[in-house]
Structures are given as C-alpha cells and as structure tokens.
C-alpha cells in the first residue's frame, strides 16, 4: 500500500534538532557560495584584468560537478555523513583562506577553486543522504526537502543581489573572509547532529557506482523519476542560460530583475502546491510528467503567440519556474527508492546526469541562438522537453511495475 504524505506545514520539521542544525548549515553554506562566486570573479579580474579569464571561474566552479560527482560521491556511504560534511566544509575553509591570503596566480588560482568545489559533490551526497536518517518518515521526509530545495530557490533569488552588494561595499578579499566564516560555521552546526555518526557502506567507490547504477536504471519507477529533471528541462535550462540575451533583444534590460524572479517564485509556489497536495511517491512520479509538459506548453505559447513582449517573456521564465518545481517528486522518488547503502552514491550519479544535461542545454541554446535568434532557439528547446514529457506520460508502464515498487510503500 502507498503512504500518503500528510498535509503538514513544512516548517514543522525545524522542530527537529538535527534538521535545524542541518539547515542552517545549509544557509551559511549557500550564502557563501555566492559571496565567494562574485568575489572570485572580480579578485581573477584584478589580478589578469582579463574578462574571459574572469569567466572562468563559473567555468572551473562547476567542472566537478560534471567530473567528479559520480567517483566522490559514494564517499558519503562508506564514511560517516556527519564527517564527511565536516571535513568537505573545513577543507573549502582552508582552500579559500590560502586563496584569500597569499599572492597567487590566476592560473593556481583557478586550480586551488577547482579542488575547493570538488568538495562539493561528497557534501551534497552526504547531505542529501543523511536526510534519510534525520526523518525516517516519508511524510516528514518529504517536508524536509521542500524546505531545503525552497531554500535554494530563495538564495538564488537574493543570494546574487546581496552578494554583489557584499563584495562591492568589503572588496573581494573581505568578502572571502565572510565565505570561509561561513564555511567554518557550517561545520560547527553540522558537529551538532546526532544522526550521521556511522557509516552505511564498505563498498569502494567503483562498486558502489556500480551497485547505484543497477539501483536507478534496473528499477523502473526510479529511472523515470531520475531521467525526467535531466531531459524534460532541456528548454528551461536554455532560458536560464539566454535570460540576459533574451531580455535584452525582446524587452530591455529594465525588466530582467522582474523575468529572472519569475522563475524562482514560481519554482516556490509549485514546490508549495506539491507539499499541499501529498501525492503519494507512485503517483507523483506519474504526475510529474505532467508537470513539465504543462510548464513546457505554457512556455511554448508566450514565445510563438503574437503577444505584448513581456507577457511573452514572463510566460516563457514562468514555464520554466513550473517545470522546476517537479524537482521535488524525482528526488523523493529516487532517494525513498533506492538502498540506504548507495544513497550517497546515486545523489553523486543525479548530480552528475543533470549538470552535464544544464552545461548541453546551455551550450544547445546558445548555438541554436547564434543560427536563428533566442525566439526561435528556446522555442526548439521547450519543443523538445516538451516531447520528452509527452513520452513519459504516454509510455505503457512495464508490467507489474507499480506493483512491485509501490510494494515498499
């Protein structure tokens, strides 16, 4: 039988001491990460007064993501969780005072932030991991991560206005200093949880892939949830990757603070509507195509119709915020489904699927963008993404497969 997820407020689970601390530490630790993304990317300008050498830093920062999330990853099961997510936040803390404090190169520069970001992918597998252990409950599971996923969407709606604000009031090196404070910080809150204290696995790292692989592609209902976010998104990521191009040629640069919060505020209300709703996990993942065929329509529409401008363009980015807002069904689904013992291991092959699938999408968009116009290109896109939801919705089920997944309900 399938659970139904009760209908609770999500900040109920912030009653929770261990889920509190791992908040908190999850605020600290974003709000740094956008300190420290601004403030790289002007100390790189300063240092080379190079501006594509200053773009590298985006480009550096997300290489292990796409690198190194699937042999990292399983670092989270084999060791303790709590440790890892110490350890990966005190080792960024050092790497970025060492950057901060000594007159380096741009080039060393840009390798000491390459090995300070392949600490991510360890913290992000055990964070996610360890939320499993924090609520054993699917209905408060499931709280939890809308209220972290909510989180993001609203550090990535502030986090560049404040950070930029921060970095141009304190200068770059200050505004370092407040990222690795923030890092130490994390550690000390994550040092206060009492879950995550003993490690899940034994696997080495090529075994447990292997193991996390079988999990998600030999399960039916878990490969459907985890390749929705990677193929249904395609024409959002491009309208995230094109928003300036796009806002510059259709509707003016006034209105690019109003069409890039469009996105994360919508993102917010479909994550809340979800919550309300408490679909169990089996069907949400049938709901979810559903979701990002709806989003990839309306997208669809304000950018062929004949429409005044900015209703075109809100309805565009509104589209994508509605295809995001599935995020949080696929990764319950996935995570509920899959053994505790590679949990971290399958957060490191996620990671890897969908920003490979965001850096293509951006790369698609932009090329398509120079051929025709960003129109046309995100219209191609969103048309794609739209087919891939189609598919979803209309594939057959396997036999016997929500039988035999939503067993475990």
Not at 146 to 172: E, Y
Not at 228 to 247: D, H, K, R
């Amino acid at each position: 039988m399938e659970v139904s997820v009760l209908q609770e407020s999500s900040t109920s689970v912030l009653k929770n001491n261990d889920f509190r601390l791992l908040f908190l530490a999850q605020v600290t630790s974003e709000f740094g990460d956008w300190i420290a993304r601004l403030a790289l990317m002007v100390l790189v300008l300063q240092r080379s007064g190079s501006g594509p050498m200053s773009g590298l830093v985006m480009v550096v920062a997300m290489a292990p993501l796409v690198l190194l999330s699937a042999p990292l990853s399983p670092l989270a099961d084999r060791f303790p969780r709590r440790t890892v997510m110490m350890i990966a936040d005190l080792m960024r803390a050092i790497l970025y005072l060492l950057i901060m404090s000594v007159q380096l190169s741009v080039p060393v520069m840009l390798v000491l932030v390459f090995i300070a970001n392949s600490c991510a992918p360890p913290f992000t597998a055990a964070r996610s991991a360890v939320l499993t252990e924090v609520f054993t409950d699917l209905s408060r599971y499931r709280q939890a991560q809308s209220r972290m996923q909510s989180t993001s969407q609203i550090m990535n709606m502030v986090g560049v206005a404040v950070g930029g604000v921060l970095v141009a009031i304190l200068g770059p090196i200050y505004a370092l200093v407040l990222n690795i404070l923030s890092f130490v910080l994390s550690a000390l809150f994550i040092a206060g949880m009492k879950t995550g204290r003993v490690a899940i696995s034994t696997m080495k790292s090529r075994q447990a892939m292997g193991v996390a692989w079988c999990a998600v592609m030999h399960n039916p209902l878990v490969r459907r949830a985890a390749l929705l976010p990677i193929f249904a998104t395609i024409g959002a990521y491009a309208a995230e990757a094109l928003i300036v191009a796009y806002t510059e040629r259709y509707v003016g640069r006034g209105w690019l603070s109003l069409i890039a919060a469009s996105v994360p505020a919508t993102t917010l209300l479909g994550f809340w509507v979800i919550e309300r709703l408490g679909l169990p996990i089996v069907r949400g993942v049938h709901v979810s195509p559903l979701i990002t065929l709806a989003g990839n329509v309306i997208a669809l529409i304000g950018l062929m119709a004949p429409l005044p401008a900015i209703v075109s363009a809100l309805m565009a980015y509104i589209g994508a915020g509605i295809i995001f807002s599935q995020f949080i069904l696929s990764v319950v689904a996935v995570v509920q489904r899959v053994p505790d013992t590679v949990r971290g291991s399958v957060n490191g092959l996620l990671q890897t699927g969908l920003t490979t699938g965001i850096l293509l999408s951006a790369g698609a968009g932009s090329w398509l963008a120079a051929i025709f116009d960003e129109r046309r290109s995100l219209a191609l896109l969103m048309g794609c993404s739209a087919a891939y939801s189609l598919y979803a919705i209309v594939r057959q089920p396997e036999k016997g497969e929500d039988a035999v997944i939503g067993s475990a309900d």
